[in-house]
């Protein structure tokens, strides 16, 4: 099957309510991941255009902060709606800029996205501040007040999911956004938006500005009229991000890289933890923050393990993202195949390739970005077990006992997702306590829900997205003192 184009997307800056061109004319090529074609040009943001997104975002700020949050609520519901009424439409808008196979795209990107919109919509009018227990007389209550002007930078693995869980909670709790999607990936955030602007979120609530890093991004994280920036992408531009944030001391809320462990004990269900393990890498193509790319195996099942999980892997059918059948789709772009490819040489170099290790030998294929389902022995100190490599690349490493496990598992600067596959209760709550992470999986991997807190420890940064503690991100407490029945002191006796 061919990849179908549709027959136009968005692809202007959507700046305050209107899609309009770059100041300076530029634009950045999209590429099909699936063969490198042209699907469009991008207007391409640079700081002059963020500094007009800022002032437009600015400009609608105290209308939007001061609309009733049922009417936040509402808006954000009516979003939710409409991009399930897009549904087929996304899924395929997605496919087509990501790579994503098109199942997946229908299976969780669209129906989670929705969901997280329609989760923050219903979360409006429930972002509660407190009263606070004082001296009698005295009234002191909390209340959540937005903290302005959110800019959002993410990166290109999860665009339509990044782009709404920085959104919803963002809009819900009254801030106005700027919001730059991956120069890679684009499209649906652009789309989103143009759907916002359908169902009448205001002018200037929202503001979609693609463009690179180096400058577009770098203009949102020093911008001294934004107050937050809301990162999702790599550790290494996460520093890049903070240091530029210092100018007007902005909050800053990181979502880094992982490497995250999946440890499967002797006494685990077998073939629910090779199902569950290649999903946990496998799925996306392993460019997954979260996914499970070190896999820490008990010796005494090893060998069965790898043969129940190398037979599946491959077989993996690779293809056009927008055939139903395919199970795995190219890497998002062509330089990123090049840095996965690289691991593989590597890999392959040192004789610790068990599977894969390199592009699939497939003339249709040779024209996208991409890598077979690979698996690669590791040792603590390899750099395979260390580095995030952000592709179907998985490591395997064995252990002899629960202590080992728990070591191999922490031996990372990451901190991020992790799971565990064991029938035992107390060692599956033991060994879920001893990992150093965000988050962790037992007997499962990568669940992750609108209500439940996302984020890491360590060099996966910090923040969380999503749950009930991202009211915290997007909010700053203001503290009230009402005096309603208390004498004022004469302090200075006269
Ligand atoms: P990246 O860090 O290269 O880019 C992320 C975003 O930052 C992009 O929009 C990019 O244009 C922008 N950017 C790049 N340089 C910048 C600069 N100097 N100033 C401001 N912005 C800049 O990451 P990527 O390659 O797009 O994505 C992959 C990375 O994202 C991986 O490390 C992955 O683990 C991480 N990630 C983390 C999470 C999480 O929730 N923790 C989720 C998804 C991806």
Redesign the pocket.
């Known amino acids: 099957m061919q990849s179908s184009q549709p027959k136009s997307f968005a692809n202007q800056l959507f700046i305050d309510g209107s899609f309009v061109p770059s100041l300076d004319g530029s634009t950045i090529d999209v590429l099909n991941p699936f063969d490198n074609t042209l699907l469009t040009r991008i207007a391409e943001a640079k700081a002059a255009d963020v500094d007009r997104a800022v002032v437009a975002a600015r400009k609608a700020f105290p209308a939007w902060r001061d609309t009733s949050h049922e009417n936040r609520g509402r808006l954000l519901l009516k979003l939710a709606d409409a991009m399930e009424a897009h549904f087929d439409e996304l899924a395929e808008l997605e496919s087509l800029d990501t790579g994503h196979p098109v199942r997946d795209a229908k299976m969780l990107d669209v129906p989670r996205s929705a969901a997280c919109v329609r989760y923050f919509g219903g979360m409006a009018d429930k972002v509660f501040g407190s009263v606070v227990p004082t001296d009698p007389g005295f009234l002191n209550y909390v209340l959540r007040e937005p903290v302005g002007i959110v800019g959002g930078?993410?990166?290109?693995?999860?665009p339509m999911l990044?782009f709404v869980w920085k959104l919803a909670p963002a809009l819900a709790c009254g801030n106005c956004v700027v919001l730059?999607?991956?120069?890679?990936t684009p499209l649906s955030a652009l789309r989103i938006a143009q759907l916002a602007a359908e169902v009448g979120f205001p002018k200037g609530v929202i503001n979609v500005i693609p463009?690179?890093?180096?400058t577009?991004?770098?203009r949102?994280?020093e911008h001294p009229d934004v107050n937050k920036v809301a990162?999702?992408?790599?550790?290494?531009?996460?520093r890049?991000?903070l240091a530029?944030s210092e100018g007007n001391l902005k909050r800053v809320q990181l979502?880094?890289?992982?490497k995250g462990p999946n440890i499967v004990f002797e006494d685990c269900d077998l073939p629910q933890a090779v199902n569950g393990s290649l999903f946990a890498i496998f799925h996306n193509q392993g460019?997954?923050?979260?996914a499970g790319s070190r896999l820490i195996v008990h010796e005494s099942i090893a060998d069965e393990f790898v043969d129940r999980f190398a037979a599946v892997a491959k077989t993996i059918r690779q293809g056009d993202p927008l055939n139903p059948e395919t199970e795995m789709g190219p890497l998002a772009s062509r330089a990123?195949q090049e840095k996965v490819l690289a691991f593989c040489k590597q890999a392959q170099e040192s004789g610790n390739v068990v599977i894969g290790g390199a592009a699939p030998d497939d003339a249709v294929l040779a024209r996208g970005n991409f890598v077979l389902p690979t698996m690669v022995r590791a040792g603590a100190d390899d750099i395979f077990f260390r580095e995030?490599v952000?592709g179907p690349f998985v490591t395997l490493t064995t252990f002899k006992d629960e202590a080992e496990a728990i070591h191999l598992a922490n031996a990372t600067r990451y901190g991020?997702g992790s799971g565990l596959w064991t029938n035992n209760l107390q060692r599956a709550h033991r060994v879920g306590r001893a990992i150093r992470a965000g988050m962790v999986w037992i007997n499962c991997y990568k669940r992750s829900a609108p209500g439940s807190p996302?984020?890491?420890v360590g060099e996966?940064?910090y923040g969380r997205?999503l749950g009930l503690e991202v009211l915290q991100e997007y909010t700053y407490p203001k503290s009230f003192w009402v005096n309603y029945d208390h004498p004022t002191p004469a302090f200075y006796k006269r």
């Open positions: 930078i993410i990166p290109w693995n999860f990044s730059k999607p991956s120069e890679v463009g690179y890093g180096h577009a991004g770098q949102i994280a990162f999702t992408g790599s550790t290494a531009v996460g890049k991000i530029a979502e880094l890289g992982g460019q997954a923050c979260i990123h995030e952000f991020l996302f984020g890491g996966s940064g997205d």
